[in-house]
Protein backbone atom coordinates (compact mmCIF):
# COMPACT_ATOMS: atom_id res chain seq x y z
CA UNK A 1 0.00 0.00 0.00
CA UNK A 2 1.02 3.49 0.23
CA UNK A 3 2.63 5.31 3.00
CA UNK A 4 -0.23 5.31 5.63
CA UNK A 5 -1.70 4.16 8.91
CA UNK A 6 -4.72 1.75 8.59
CA UNK A 7 -6.97 -0.27 10.81
CA UNK A 8 -8.21 -3.71 10.54
CA UNK A 9 -10.81 -5.38 11.60
CA UNK A 10 -12.87 -7.79 9.82
CA UNK A 11 -11.44 -9.28 6.75
CA UNK A 12 -12.75 -7.88 3.63
CA UNK A 13 -12.25 -8.07 -0.57
CA UNK A 14 -9.51 -5.56 -1.20
CA UNK A 15 -10.60 -3.18 -4.47
CA UNK A 16 -7.46 -2.39 -5.01
CA UNK A 17 -5.44 -5.09 -3.96
CA UNK A 18 -1.76 -5.53 -5.88
CA UNK A 19 -1.43 -8.12 -8.15
CA UNK A 20 1.67 -10.66 -7.22
CA UNK A 21 3.50 -12.46 -9.43
CA UNK A 22 3.50 -16.49 -8.96
CA UNK A 23 5.96 -19.07 -10.30
CA UNK A 24 8.76 -21.51 -9.99
CA UNK A 25 12.13 -20.46 -9.75
CA UNK A 26 13.72 -20.15 -12.83
CA UNK A 27 16.62 -22.15 -14.47
CA UNK A 28 18.72 -18.47 -15.58
CA UNK A 29 18.34 -17.44 -11.51
CA UNK A 30 21.83 -16.60 -10.55
CA UNK A 31 24.69 -19.61 -9.18
CA UNK A 32 24.72 -18.24 -5.96
CA UNK A 33 20.69 -17.06 -5.17
CA UNK A 34 20.19 -20.95 -6.66
CA UNK A 35 22.45 -21.98 -3.39
CA UNK A 36 20.90 -19.77 -1.02
CA UNK A 37 17.49 -21.43 -1.92
CA UNK A 38 18.81 -25.35 -2.30
CA UNK A 39 20.30 -24.88 1.19
CA UNK A 40 17.14 -23.82 2.69
CA UNK A 41 15.28 -26.71 0.95
CA UNK A 42 17.70 -29.12 1.94
CA UNK A 43 17.01 -28.31 6.05
CA UNK A 44 13.13 -27.48 5.54
CA UNK A 45 11.36 -30.49 6.28
CA UNK A 46 9.31 -28.03 8.18
CA UNK A 47 7.72 -25.15 6.95
CA UNK A 48 10.44 -22.83 6.15
CA UNK A 49 10.41 -19.68 3.81
CA UNK A 50 13.25 -17.93 2.57
CA UNK A 51 13.11 -13.49 1.74
CA UNK A 52 15.66 -11.99 -0.77
CA UNK A 53 15.56 -8.47 -0.94
CA UNK A 54 16.72 -7.43 -4.18
CA UNK A 55 17.23 -4.10 -6.74
CA UNK A 56 19.86 -1.70 -8.34
CA UNK A 57 23.02 -1.18 -6.96
CA UNK A 58 22.86 2.81 -7.51
CA UNK A 59 19.73 4.81 -7.12
CA UNK A 60 19.88 8.69 -7.83
CA UNK A 61 16.73 10.43 -6.62
CA UNK A 62 14.16 9.04 -3.60
CA UNK A 63 11.12 8.49 -5.88
CA UNK A 64 13.36 6.50 -7.89
CA UNK A 65 14.04 3.90 -5.11
CA UNK A 66 12.08 0.76 -5.73
CA UNK A 67 13.51 -2.85 -4.37
CA UNK A 68 11.85 -6.52 -5.09
CA UNK A 69 11.28 -9.16 -2.20
CA UNK A 70 11.08 -12.55 -3.42
CA UNK A 71 9.65 -15.22 -0.73
CA UNK A 72 10.14 -18.72 -1.83
CA UNK A 73 8.36 -21.33 -0.16
CA UNK A 74 11.53 -23.64 0.55
CA UNK A 75 9.59 -26.49 2.39
CA UNK A 76 7.69 -29.50 1.21
CA UNK A 77 4.63 -28.45 1.47
CA UNK A 78 1.85 -25.86 0.60
CA UNK A 79 1.90 -22.77 2.53
CA UNK A 80 -1.47 -20.30 2.57
CA UNK A 81 0.27 -17.28 3.71
CA UNK A 82 -1.18 -14.59 5.17
CA UNK A 83 -0.60 -11.02 3.52
CA UNK A 84 -0.57 -9.04 7.00
CA UNK A 85 0.46 -5.19 6.70
CA UNK A 86 3.47 -5.85 8.33
CA UNK A 87 5.13 -8.31 6.05
CA UNK A 88 6.57 -8.19 2.50
CA UNK A 89 3.71 -9.43 1.07
CA UNK A 90 1.62 -6.15 0.82
CA UNK A 91 2.88 -3.64 -1.70
CA UNK A 92 1.59 -1.00 1.59
CA UNK A 93 4.37 1.66 2.70
CA UNK A 94 3.88 0.05 6.08
CA UNK A 95 6.89 -0.24 8.38
CA UNK A 96 8.09 -3.81 6.90
CA UNK A 97 11.52 -2.95 6.16
CA UNK A 98 14.74 -2.60 8.82
CA UNK A 99 16.79 0.01 6.89
CA UNK A 100 20.57 1.33 7.98
CA UNK A 101 21.87 4.33 6.46
CA UNK A 102 25.58 5.59 5.77
CA UNK A 103 26.02 7.02 9.64
CA UNK A 104 23.82 4.15 10.98
CA UNK A 105 21.00 6.36 11.11
CA UNK A 106 17.66 4.63 9.95
CA UNK A 107 15.13 7.09 8.06
CA UNK A 108 12.22 8.20 9.18
CA UNK A 109 9.40 6.03 8.89
CA UNK A 110 6.40 8.19 7.02
CA UNK A 111 4.34 5.51 5.40
CA UNK A 112 0.97 4.00 6.44
CA UNK A 113 -0.48 2.89 9.74
CA UNK A 114 -2.76 0.43 10.39
CA UNK A 115 -5.38 -0.80 12.84
CA UNK A 116 -5.85 -4.48 12.11
CA UNK A 117 -7.82 -7.37 13.04
CA UNK A 118 -5.09 -10.09 13.79
CA UNK A 119 -3.55 -12.86 12.22
CA UNK A 120 -5.78 -15.24 14.25
CA UNK A 121 -9.18 -13.66 12.78
CA UNK A 122 -7.52 -13.40 9.30
CA UNK A 123 -6.70 -17.27 9.60
CA UNK A 124 -10.10 -18.11 10.45
CA UNK A 125 -11.83 -16.17 8.63
CA UNK A 126 -9.96 -14.44 5.95
CA UNK A 127 -11.17 -14.54 1.90
CA UNK A 128 -8.78 -15.52 -0.99
CA UNK A 129 -7.31 -12.34 -0.97
CA UNK A 130 -6.18 -12.08 2.34
CA UNK A 131 -3.66 -14.81 1.10
CA UNK A 132 -0.74 -15.79 -0.68
CA UNK A 133 -0.68 -19.39 -1.24
CA UNK A 134 3.07 -21.19 -2.18
CA UNK A 135 3.51 -24.44 -3.49
CA UNK A 136 6.82 -26.22 -2.87
CA UNK A 137 9.67 -24.46 -4.70
CA UNK A 138 7.11 -21.76 -5.83
CA UNK A 139 7.97 -18.32 -5.28
CA UNK A 140 6.45 -14.45 -5.50
CA UNK A 141 8.25 -11.42 -6.05
CA UNK A 142 6.90 -8.26 -4.29
CA UNK A 143 7.71 -4.57 -5.47
CA UNK A 144 8.01 -1.74 -2.74
CA UNK A 145 8.27 1.76 -3.36
CA UNK A 146 10.27 2.97 -0.64
CA UNK A 147 9.62 6.56 -1.29
CA UNK A 148 6.33 6.38 0.03
CA UNK A 149 7.18 4.11 3.39
CA UNK A 150 10.81 6.34 4.18
CA UNK A 151 12.11 10.36 4.65
CA UNK A 152 15.56 9.57 3.72
CA UNK A 153 16.87 13.16 3.83
CA UNK A 154 18.15 13.44 7.83
CA UNK A 155 19.73 10.11 7.18
CA UNK A 156 21.59 11.56 4.16
CA UNK A 157 22.78 10.24 0.77
CA UNK A 158 25.15 7.69 0.92
CA UNK A 159 25.12 3.22 1.61
CA UNK A 160 21.88 1.67 3.04
CA UNK A 161 21.37 -1.70 4.02
CA UNK A 162 17.62 -3.09 3.57
CA UNK A 163 16.36 -5.95 5.44
CA UNK A 164 12.64 -6.96 4.96
CA UNK A 165 10.63 -7.98 7.71
CA UNK A 166 11.19 -11.79 8.13
CA UNK A 167 8.35 -12.73 10.65
CA UNK A 168 5.54 -14.32 8.60
CA UNK A 169 2.42 -16.35 9.23
CA UNK A 170 0.18 -19.10 7.66
CA UNK A 171 -2.27 -20.91 8.06
CA UNK A 172 -2.34 -24.05 10.23
CA UNK A 173 -4.56 -26.85 11.44
CA UNK A 174 -7.74 -25.81 12.84
CA UNK A 175 -7.32 -22.52 11.00
CA UNK A 176 -5.11 -21.00 12.98
CA UNK A 177 -2.14 -18.52 12.19
CA UNK A 178 1.29 -20.14 13.13
CA UNK A 179 4.49 -18.53 12.68
CA UNK A 180 7.23 -19.52 10.14
CA UNK A 181 10.71 -19.15 10.38
CA UNK A 182 12.62 -17.84 7.39
CA UNK A 183 15.81 -17.30 5.76
CA UNK A 184 16.68 -13.86 5.05
CA UNK A 185 19.16 -12.09 2.58
CA UNK A 186 19.12 -8.10 2.70
CA UNK A 187 20.11 -5.68 0.10
CA UNK A 188 22.88 -2.74 0.22
CA UNK A 189 22.53 -0.38 -3.15
CA UNK A 190 23.96 3.68 -2.99
CA UNK A 191 21.28 6.87 -2.77
CA UNK A 192 22.18 9.98 -4.17
CA UNK A 193 20.52 12.81 -5.71
CA UNK A 194 17.24 14.83 -4.26
CA UNK A 195 16.52 12.65 -1.00
CA UNK A 196 13.45 15.27 -0.38
CA UNK A 197 9.90 13.38 -0.03
CA UNK A 198 7.36 14.20 -1.46
CA UNK A 199 4.70 16.58 0.11
CA UNK A 200 1.04 15.57 0.14
CA UNK A 201 -0.31 17.43 3.19
CA UNK A 202 -4.42 18.13 1.92
CA UNK A 203 -4.32 20.66 5.44
CA UNK A 204 -7.05 20.85 7.28
CA UNK A 205 -10.49 22.84 7.19
CA UNK A 206 -13.53 24.16 9.39
CA UNK A 207 -15.59 21.52 9.15
CA UNK A 208 -15.11 17.16 8.36
CA UNK A 209 -14.89 16.86 4.40
CA UNK A 210 -15.59 13.86 2.98
CA UNK A 211 -14.80 12.02 -0.08
CA UNK A 212 -17.24 9.38 -1.59
CA UNK A 213 -19.07 8.85 1.17
CA UNK A 214 -22.77 8.78 1.14
CA UNK A 215 -25.39 9.96 3.62
CA UNK A 216 -25.72 7.69 5.61
CA UNK A 217 -21.78 6.78 6.17
CA UNK A 218 -21.01 11.02 6.51
CA UNK A 219 -23.73 10.52 9.42
CA UNK A 220 -21.75 7.73 10.89
CA UNK A 221 -18.84 9.53 10.77
CA UNK A 222 -20.16 12.74 12.95
CA UNK A 223 -20.90 10.54 15.57
CA UNK A 224 -17.96 8.68 15.52
CA UNK A 225 -16.31 12.20 16.04
CA UNK A 226 -18.28 13.17 18.27
CA UNK A 227 -17.78 9.77 20.08
CA UNK A 228 -13.73 10.45 19.76
CA UNK A 229 -13.51 13.73 20.76
CA UNK A 230 -15.24 12.96 24.10
CA UNK A 231 -13.15 9.75 24.71
CA UNK A 232 -9.85 12.21 24.15
CA UNK A 233 -11.46 14.47 26.75
CA UNK A 234 -12.16 11.98 29.10
CA UNK A 235 -8.96 10.13 29.14
CA UNK A 236 -7.02 13.58 29.61
CA UNK A 237 -9.35 14.67 32.77
CA UNK A 238 -8.36 11.06 33.93
CA UNK A 239 -4.65 10.97 33.52
CA UNK A 240 -4.63 14.93 34.89
CA UNK A 241 -6.65 13.87 37.88
CA UNK A 242 -4.36 10.79 38.64
CA UNK A 243 -0.61 11.19 38.11
CA UNK A 244 0.69 8.28 40.19
CA UNK A 245 0.08 4.70 39.82
CA UNK A 246 -3.54 3.51 38.75
CA UNK A 247 -5.04 0.16 37.62
CA UNK A 248 -6.10 1.63 34.16
CA UNK A 249 -2.31 3.59 33.14
CA UNK A 250 -0.55 0.30 34.15
CA UNK A 251 -3.39 -1.92 31.97
CA UNK A 252 -2.16 -0.36 28.68
CA UNK A 253 1.04 1.62 29.79
CA UNK A 254 2.72 -0.41 32.16
CA UNK A 255 4.60 0.49 35.01
CA UNK A 256 4.06 4.29 36.35
CA UNK A 257 7.09 6.32 35.63
CA UNK A 258 6.86 10.41 35.78
CA UNK A 259 8.35 10.56 31.94
CA UNK A 260 6.35 7.99 30.00
CA UNK A 261 2.76 9.34 31.93
CA UNK A 262 4.20 12.46 30.51
CA UNK A 263 4.62 11.19 27.08
CA UNK A 264 0.81 9.62 26.92
CA UNK A 265 -0.64 12.59 28.46
CA UNK A 266 1.28 14.89 25.45
CA UNK A 267 -0.10 12.81 22.81
CA UNK A 268 -3.94 12.56 23.92
CA UNK A 269 -2.94 16.74 24.44
CA UNK A 270 -1.88 16.66 21.25
CA UNK A 271 -5.13 15.79 19.78
CA UNK A 272 -6.65 18.81 20.97
CA UNK A 273 -4.27 21.65 20.75
CA UNK A 274 -5.61 22.70 17.11
CA UNK A 275 -9.55 22.63 18.70
CA UNK A 276 -10.84 21.14 15.83
CA UNK A 277 -8.81 17.81 15.45
CA UNK A 278 -11.62 15.29 14.10
CA UNK A 279 -14.23 17.65 13.30
CA UNK A 280 -11.86 19.13 10.50
CA UNK A 281 -9.88 16.55 8.93
CA UNK A 282 -10.82 14.89 5.46
CA UNK A 283 -12.73 11.51 5.68
CA UNK A 284 -11.56 9.21 2.25
CA UNK A 285 -14.80 6.24 1.80
CA UNK A 286 -13.31 4.99 -1.57
CA UNK A 287 -11.56 2.31 -0.37
CA UNK A 288 -8.74 3.09 -2.24
CA UNK A 289 -5.82 1.38 -0.62
CA UNK A 290 -8.22 -0.76 1.42
CA UNK A 291 -6.95 -4.90 2.28
CA UNK A 292 -8.72 -7.11 3.41
CA UNK A 293 -9.61 -6.77 7.18
CA UNK A 294 -8.73 -3.06 7.14
CA UNK A 295 -10.81 -0.55 9.37
CA UNK A 296 -8.84 2.59 8.83
CA UNK A 297 -5.34 4.01 7.67
CA UNK A 298 -3.74 7.34 7.22
CA UNK A 299 -0.43 8.44 5.47
CA UNK A 300 1.39 9.62 8.72
CA UNK A 301 2.71 12.33 7.21
CA UNK A 302 -0.77 13.66 5.69
CA UNK A 303 -2.55 15.26 8.96
CA UNK A 304 -5.74 14.95 9.00
CA UNK A 305 -6.93 12.59 6.58
CA UNK A 306 -8.15 9.36 7.40
CA UNK A 307 -8.90 6.21 5.06
CA UNK A 308 -11.91 4.11 5.80
CA UNK A 309 -12.54 0.68 4.71
CA UNK A 310 -15.15 -1.73 5.04
CA UNK A 311 -14.98 -2.96 8.29
CA UNK A 312 -14.86 0.16 9.87
CA UNK A 313 -18.86 -0.01 8.89
CA UNK A 314 -19.45 -2.75 10.73
CA UNK A 315 -17.49 -1.55 13.94
CA UNK A 316 -20.03 -0.60 17.15
CA UNK A 317 -20.24 2.97 17.47
CA UNK A 318 -18.24 2.95 20.95
CA UNK A 319 -16.80 0.69 23.10
CA UNK A 320 -13.74 -1.86 22.19
CA UNK A 321 -12.84 -1.59 18.19
CA UNK A 322 -15.57 1.37 18.05
CA UNK A 323 -15.68 4.07 14.98
CA UNK A 324 -14.94 6.24 17.89
CA UNK A 325 -11.99 4.78 19.13
CA UNK A 326 -10.35 3.63 15.88
CA UNK A 327 -10.17 7.68 14.78
CA UNK A 328 -8.48 7.91 18.35
CA UNK A 329 -6.30 5.12 16.95
CA UNK A 330 -5.56 6.69 13.89
CA UNK A 331 -4.89 10.41 15.01
CA UNK A 332 -2.13 9.45 17.27
CA UNK A 333 -0.47 8.04 14.56
CA UNK A 334 0.12 11.50 12.39
CA UNK A 335 3.58 12.99 12.71
CA UNK A 336 2.03 16.04 13.89
CA UNK A 337 0.43 14.22 17.12
CA UNK A 338 1.78 11.51 18.70
CA UNK A 339 3.37 9.34 15.62
CA UNK A 340 2.72 6.21 17.57
CA UNK A 341 3.27 2.74 15.96
CA UNK A 342 1.49 -0.19 15.50
CA UNK A 343 3.61 -2.36 17.76
CA UNK A 344 1.43 -4.59 19.25
CA UNK A 345 -2.20 -5.37 17.86
CA UNK A 346 -5.46 -6.28 20.30
CA UNK A 347 -5.96 -6.15 23.93
CA UNK A 348 -3.79 -9.66 24.86
CA UNK A 349 -0.54 -8.33 22.99
CA UNK A 350 -1.39 -4.68 24.19
CA UNK A 351 -1.66 -6.44 27.79
CA UNK A 352 1.49 -7.89 27.62
CA UNK A 353 3.33 -5.00 25.97
CA UNK A 354 2.43 -2.66 28.92
CA UNK A 355 3.83 -5.26 31.16
CA UNK A 356 7.24 -6.16 29.10
CA UNK A 357 7.99 -3.51 27.45
CA UNK A 358 6.14 -0.09 28.67
CA UNK A 359 8.53 2.52 27.17
CA UNK A 360 7.33 0.51 23.36
CA UNK A 361 3.74 0.79 25.03
CA UNK A 362 3.57 4.61 25.37
CA UNK A 363 4.46 3.71 21.56
CA UNK A 364 1.36 1.93 20.43
CA UNK A 365 -1.57 3.28 19.04
CA UNK A 366 -3.79 -0.17 20.02
CA UNK A 367 -2.35 0.80 23.66
CA UNK A 368 -3.97 4.67 23.57
CA UNK A 369 -7.33 3.19 21.54
CA UNK A 370 -8.26 1.02 24.53
CA UNK A 371 -7.05 3.35 27.30
CA UNK A 372 -9.74 5.61 25.95
CA UNK A 373 -12.34 3.49 25.07
CA UNK A 374 -11.96 2.01 28.64
CA UNK A 375 -14.28 -1.11 28.43
CA UNK A 376 -14.99 -2.57 30.64
CA UNK A 377 -14.28 0.50 32.60
CA UNK A 378 -11.00 0.46 34.80
CA UNK A 379 -9.91 3.09 37.67
Same mark, same amino acid.
Given at each position: ? /? =????????? =???????????????????????????????????? #???? %? %?? @????? =???????????????????????? !? /????? *? +???????????? +???? /?????????? %?? %? !??????? +?? $???????? @??????????????????? @?????????????????????????? +???????? *?????????????????? #????? &????????????????? *?????????? $????????????????????????????????????????????? &????? &??????????????????? &?????????? @??????????????????????? !??????????????????????????????????????
Amino acid at each position: M /P =TMNRERLAP =TPASNYPPMRLGLVPRTTLCAFLAFLFWGVMVSASP #ALSV %V %VS @GPGIV =TNVKNLRLNVTVTNTGQETLKLIN !D /PWSPL *T +TSPTDSFLITGP +TKIS /PTFIGISVKY %VG %V !DYIAANG +TS $SAFTVLGP @GEFVIVTHDLSKGYNFKES @GPGKYTFHAASLFHYVGSGRRAVPIN +TITRSHQL *TLRGNLSPVDRNPGVHEF #AMFNN &CTAVQQTNIESAITGAR *TYVSNAISFL $SSHNTTNTRYTTWFGAFKNTRYQSVLSNFTSLTTRGNEFSAWLYD &CSLVG &CDPGDYAYVDTDVYGKVYL &CESFWTAPAT @GTNSKAGILVHEGTHFQATGHTR !DIAIGKRACRELANTKPGKATQNADSYEYFAENTPPLK
